[in-house]
């Protein structure tokens, strides 16, 4: 019962978490170009689905203080796109831009379009690295309840999903953190082959707000 409860408690914290950030970044007139300035390595930031780059507003800041220019696509708006064509557009910006030795920082289903880019898009290597926070890299079980398309993508039987969990090597360039409980993604967040980081917490969302998160992101940039 202290188990189901600690979850209960997880999921409450991460929904209030998740609510309080949205209406921030509803109401938010924060431009990106004012993060692009900096010495440090280039971040690209790709959010989760339905989130659009101001949920990570927090991460974006703390990056942008320790010096790194960050990027963010706002073609992606709300990131409902397929992992493919938001892939596509990702891969679009840094040649446009002619960005290298880029770190990506993504956040759930941004984890994915991130590894499809570096496994697919990505033929100069202008990605280094990927740090995932709570990425559904086997898919979630849930997904085959969703009513919206765009989620019933996460299903473990999806193409897509299939393919990036057969293809494994670009993950040794991947971290993946999560914590002991996500709420959307029973499975977990494990990706074979990479660094795996489990925190002493629980929650989807949440933990991108957690210091362990945060410092893990910020030494794989300065590194």
Not at 149 to 161: D, G, I, K, M, Q
């Amino acid at each position: 019962m202290s188990g189901a409860f600690r979850a209960a408690r997880w999921w409450v914290q991460d929904y209030l978490y998740a609510v309080g950030r949205q209406l921030r970044s509803a109401s938010s007139r924060t431009r990106p170009d004012e993060f692009l300035g900096g010495t440090g390595r280039p971040v690209v930031v790709i959010p989760g689905i339905y989130e659009d780059w101001r949920f990570m507003l927090p991460l974006v800041q703390r990056l942008h203080a320790a010096g790194h220019p960050v990027h963010v696509v706002t073609v992606l708006q709300r990131n409902r796109l397929s992992v493919p064509k938001a892939a596509g557009l990702i891969a679009g910006y840094l040649s446009e831009r002619d960005l290298k030795d880029v770190m990506i920082l993504a956040h759930s289903k941004g984890g994915l379009i991130g590894k499809f880019a570096m496994m697919s898009l990505d033929p100069e290597r202008r990605i280094t690295g990927m740090v995932a926070v709570c990425s559904p890299f086997s898919g979630s079980r849930y997904a085959s309840f969703m009513l919206l398309p765009s989620l019933r993508a996460f299903s473990p039987r999806n193409a897509v999903t299939l393919q990036l969990s057969r293809e494994e090597r670009v993950n040794e360039r991947i971290t993946s953190v999560y914590g002991l409980f996500d709420p959307h993604i029973p499975e977990g967040s494990v990706l074979p082959g990479a660094r795996n980081i489990r925190l002493d917490t629980g929650g989807h969302f949440r933990i991108l707000a957690h210091e362990n998160t945060i410092r893990i992101i910020l030494d794989a940039a300065a590194g």
